[in-house]
């Protein structure tokens, strides 16, 4: 089994990958109504994954990883959509590829040191994660691997949908 860091290293090299293969032009078009752009969606990620809530942490009375797979199962299910926190949305519309890729970058060195040298066991008690409830730092860890796969799946597929010009 792999590890946190061997997770979050795998999900942020996929959309590296992605992102190298995205010229600044597809990262910027807008696929159909009421969407975002993949630049938009990096963003959010970037919005989203930029650090844990773990300002104040208490001990945990329980595994943890409990909640891991509620959150996969949150994130993996594609066909359910949710509205993103206003302060999650993505405010930019000029995005180049390199930019985002050193961001991406940034973001996956800092988790990765999170993951080595923080104590993974401890109850983040900053923010409660809807519906779920007070997160441990691997959770949180866990949660930003799974959010970020399922949003570079979304990015593929907005790729894909201009490259072809059919819908997904």
Known sequence: MNSLSDNLHGTFDDLINILSKTSDTMLN???FKDSWSAGQVVE???????????????DSTRQRDEKVAILKEIFSNMDEKSKADPALVPQ???YKQHDLINQIKAIRKKLCLIAAQKDLNAICLDREFPTVGLLTRYEWLSFIC???????????????????????
Request: overall charge positive; charged content about 15%.
């Open 29 to 31: 078009n807008i696929p």
């Open 44 to 58: 959010h990620i970037v919005l989203c994954g930029n650090g844990i809530p773990d300002n104040k942490t208490g």
């Open 92 to 94: 930019g519309f000029d």
């Open 146 to 168: 799974f959010h970020t796969q399922r949003h570079t799946k979304q990015i593929q597929n907005i790729i894909n949908f201009q490259k072809v010009g059919r819908s997904f």
